[in-house]
Structure formats: structure tokens, C-alpha cells
């Protein structure tokens, strides 16, 4: 299983930004999740989507800005990142699960793509 994130970049604080990982291997059965890592801090959970895509959950510091997303047919998750913020500068990570139970927790989830930087500028 491989995962491969993209999509990072330089914006300005209220810009946007979507953010993709391609899955090679077993997705449709998948939860699927974001998590990010600012310099210095831990790695937190930002949100995660259901393997159906019927429930999504979002850290509280992004509710309402962030959408998480999927397309089975490309196996591609997708994070919507909008009225950025510079305190949302980090390295974006996505991650998979293969079960549908919600989990926030890193060490719940096997399968790591390699992160995507996103500088948000003031």
C-alpha cells in the first residue's frame, strides 16, 4: 500500500488550497484521514472521512473551513482547506485505515503517505 500526497503550497492567510492522495492498493474500504505537523509540535488529527463517505469529523480549529472528500472511482482523498490561517503552516500528512471506526489517534492508522508542506503567509 502506498500513499502519495500532493497539492501543498504557498498561500496567503484567506486563500485556499485542495489537497490530494492517491491510494495503490485496497481503498474503497478504507477510512481515510488527514493529520498535519507544524515545526516543533506533534502531529495532530485534522479529519478523517468514512470508508462510504456518508461521516466525516473534523478537529475543532479547522470545523467549518476544512472538507474532507473521496473519489473511489480515482482512488483519491481530497482535503479543502479554505480561509487559511498562518497558524496552519505544517506538514500535511494523509493516512489509512482499514476499518470504518472514526479513530483521531496516529498510532491507529498503518498507512502513511509522505506529508506535503503548506506555508500559509500574514
Known amino acids: 500500500v502506498q500513499l502519495q500526497a500532493s497539492g501543498g503550497g504557498l498561500v496567503q492567510a484567506g486563500g485556499s488550497l485542495r489537497l490530494s492522495c492517491a491510494v495503490s492498493?485496497?481503498?474503497?474500504?478504507?477510512?481515510m484521514a488527514w493529520f498535519r505537523q507544524a515545526p516543533g509540535k506533534e502531529r495532530e488529527f485534522v479529519g478523517s472521512i468514512a470508508y462510504d463517505g456518508g461521516r466525516t469529523y473534523y478537529a475543532d480549529s479547522v470545523k467549518g473551513r476544512f472538507t474532507i472528500s473521496r473519489d473511489d472511482a480515482k482512488n483519491t482523498a481530497y482535503l479543502q482547506m479554505n480561509t487559511l490561517k498562518p497558524e496552519d503552516t505544517a506538514v500535511y500528512y494523509c493516512?489509512?485505515?482499514?476499518?470504518?471506526?472514526?479513530?483521531?489517534?496516529?498510532?491507529?492508522?498503518?498507512?502513511w503517505g509522505q506529508g506535503t508542506l503548506v506555508t500559509v503567509s500574514s
Open positions: 493516512a489509512k485505515r482499514q476499518t470504518s471506526y472514526y479513530s483521531p489517534r496516529t498510532r491507529d492508522y498503518p498507512y
Open positions: 492498493g485496497t481503498f474503497s474500504s478504507s477510512t
